[in-house]
Structure formats: C-alpha cells, structure tokens
C-alpha cells in the first residue's frame, strides 16, 4: 500500500484502513498480533505517532486490543464489525453520489441497474 499524502485523507486514517483491509483479506485472524506502530512508521515511512493513532482508531472502535507490554491484537468481532462498519458508511456514500451523478445525467433507475449488473458481471469472470 502506498499512502497517499495529497491531504484528502489523514495519514493515520489511511493506516487504519489498510490495517482493516488486512484483516478483510485474512491476513490477520482473530487474537493474532498486528504490526506495531514502530513497524508501521518503518514500513510506510511515516512518524510513530501518526501510525499509533492509526491504531487506535481500530481500538476505539473494538477492532483491535491492546495487551499491556505485548502489543495490539485482532478482537474475535472484528471482520463483521469491519462489514457493517464499510456498509453503513462506506457503500451507503458510494451509492448516494452514485444516485445523484446519475440523476444528474438522467440515467434511469433501469439503466442504473442494468450498468451495476454489468460491472458486477465481470467481476465475476
């Protein structure tokens, strides 16, 4: 991953995203050790303070725990926590901009669908 430093994101956003879609991916199962925030300041070349409250923004929200001296783990909850999280949030954006440029366009709701069903097949193949 590569972050991205225009300003549209805050940095420790980007690293809290990342680290759910790790934990998406299966990267990281449940009460398995993430990286620390000196392994992510190392790795995305970014200040250990900024990677620490990436991190806790997953802790906030009960995505990750924190075992004092040994460091933050994923919680048995978190990859369903992260599914409503990005489709209560995330989607739902998604699909308002998406309805509005397209009533902006009048693009129908028949042909909206019938573009959605489109993209979705191949993505299938």
């Known amino acids: 991953m590569l972050i991205n430093n225009d300003g549209s994101k805050p940095i420790y956003v980007q ?4 680290l759910e879609t790790e934990i998406m991916s299966g990267h990281f199962e449940s009460d ?3 990286f620390s925030q000196y392994q992510l300041a190392e790795m995305f070349n ?3 303070a900024t990677a620490a409250k990436g991190l806790n923004i997953l802790v906030d929200e009960n995505i990750l725990y ?3 001296g040994l460091g933050m783990f994923v919680t048995n909850t978190a990859r369903e926590m992260i599914v409503d999280k990005r489709k209560n949030q995330t989607l739902t954006q998604l699909v308002k901009e998406l309805v509005l440029e397209a009533s ?3 693009v129908s ?3 909206l669908f019938d573009m959605i069903r489109a993209v979705k097949s191949k993505e299938v193949e």
Do not use: D, S
Not at 15 to 18: F, V
């Open 32 to 34: 398995q050790k993430v």
């Open 104 to 106: 902006r366009l009048n």
């Open 66 to 68: 924190k075992k004092r």
């Open 46 to 48: 970014i200040n250990p």
């Open 15 to 18: 690293i809290a995203e990342w």
């Open 109 to 111: 709701e028949h042909e």
